[in-house]
Structure formats: C-alpha cells, structure tokens
C-alpha cells in the first residue's frame, strides 16, 4: 500500500534562517506531488504541484521554493524565512489520471 | 473564476442529532467532488467522493453526501452525529484529473454531548 511522510512534524525557526521540509511517497511511482499551506487552521492554498522529476509549477508568488530530485521526494524551501510563512504545510499525492489525492500528516511551522 | 464555497464557518449540533455541512461550486464542466477531514494538527482525510452516478455517495465513518447538479450543491451528511465527529471538513473539486483540487476554507463541526 502507499504511504506518504513529512517531516519534521513541527518546527519553529527565526526570522531570516532557512527552511527545508521532506516529503517522501512509497508504494507507487510517477506520483503527481503537490504542497499546500494551511493558515490559522483552515484555508488550503496549493504552493507548488509536481508531475515528474525537476518539473515544479508554482501556484502563487512567494518567498518558498520547491524541488523534486527523486520521483517520489518533494522537498520545500526558503532561503530567509518570514513571519508570514508560519503555517501548517501539507503533502498531497495522486496517481496520473486518477482523481483522488492522499495528504501527509503535515509540518506545523512557525516563525519567530 | 473557479470556486468552492462552504457558507458556514461553523456548525454545532447535538449528538444524536442529524448534521449537514454546505458546499456549493463554481467550476466549468462537470467536475468531480470530494470531502475531507482535518482533526488537530492532522492531515487531511479523505471522507467521501463523487464522479459520477448515484447523486447519493456514501463514505467513510457514516458519512454521505448529496449531489445537486442543478444548484451545483455537494451537501455533506450523517444521520446521527457523534462528539467524535468534531472536525474541520473540507469540500474540493477537481475540475479534471491531473488538475489541482481547489478547496473551499472549511467548516468546523462542532458536536455537543
């Protein structure tokens, strides 16, 4: 069966210092990845989706990046965080040209 | 512009009682829908789907859920709601697969013993 992990679960970091959060798919392959950001405990916005390796669209315009080295590895970054990055991040996958998609536990992120 | 709307920022209801949590979309086509569920600091869960078919999609935990194509309307439901039902739920659709979901900003359920 397929999985999905984030990690860390929770992170608190300082204004200015850089991010970096993992997610990780098993059990399948060529997934669809996507990452979400949750605010004040509702309101999904989709940051970046991924069809494939190195190929990264963005959603809207901010101060994070996404890449994907590995089909099924979706990493999320910020060179100097700010405070408006704090949020809940959430993971999503989906097989291609199917309709469902399956979500991580997520990473509570606050800046400082 | 394509758009989901759950008008109410929050339901209560008494346990026992039954619950429904609105949904209603502004997308071209005919999209597929979904709900899903948040607990604290959780992912989100997947409840229920529709694609097509019966209007009446039955999912996870007794949950369902009614399609109205006609008020373009995907209404969430349970006969007899449990404290544990307590919840943020989200509705989303998907206006084609391979397409990103686009989420309405969630309603709490809250349920009272």
């Known amino acids: 069966s397929q999985t999905i992990h984030q990690w860390p679960a929770t992170l608190v970091q300082p204004v200015g210092s850089p991010l970096s959060l993992e997610c990780t798919v098993e059990?399948?392959?060529?997934?669809?990845l996507y990452w979400y950001r949750q605010a004040a405990g509702r309101g999904l916005q989709l940051l970046f989706y991924?069809?494939?390796?190195?190929?990264i669209s963005s959603e809207v315009p901010q101060n994070l990046s996404a890449s994907r080295p590995q089909d099924r590895q979706f990493i999320l970054s910020s060179k100097k965080l700010l405070l408006s990055d704090s949020g809940f991040y959430l993971c999503?996958?989906?097989?291609?040209?199917?309709?469902?998609?399956?979500f991580g536990p997520g990473t509570r992120l606050t800046v400082t | 512009a394509q758009s989901v709307a759950q008008p109410e920022d929050q339901v209560n209801v008494a346990e026992g009682n039954p619950l429904t949590v609105k949904c209603t979309y502004s997308?071209?086509?005919?999209?597929?829908l979904f709900w899903y569920v948040q607990y604290p600091n959780r992912g989100l869960q997947f409840l229920l789907k529709?694609?097509?078919?019966?209007?009446l999609v039955k999912g996870s935990y007794g949950f369902e859920a009614e399609f109205n194509k006609s008020q373009t309307s995907f209404h969430l439901k349970k006969p007899s709601a449990l404290v544990s039902d307590s919840a943020l739920y989200f509705c989303?659709?998907?206006?084609?697969?391979?397409?990103?979901?686009?989420f309405g900003k969630g309603t709490t359920l809250s349920v009272s013993s």
């Open positions: 999503a996958w989906s097989v291609k040209g199917q309709i469902s998609e399956y």
């Open positions: 059990g399948t392959s060529n997934p669809n």
């Open positions: 991924s069809v494939g390796i190195g190929q």
């Open positions: 997308v071209s086509g005919n999209p597929y």
């Open positions: 529709y694609i097509t078919g019966d209007n």
């Open positions: 989303a659709v998907r206006v084609q697969a391979g397409t990103a979901l686009i």
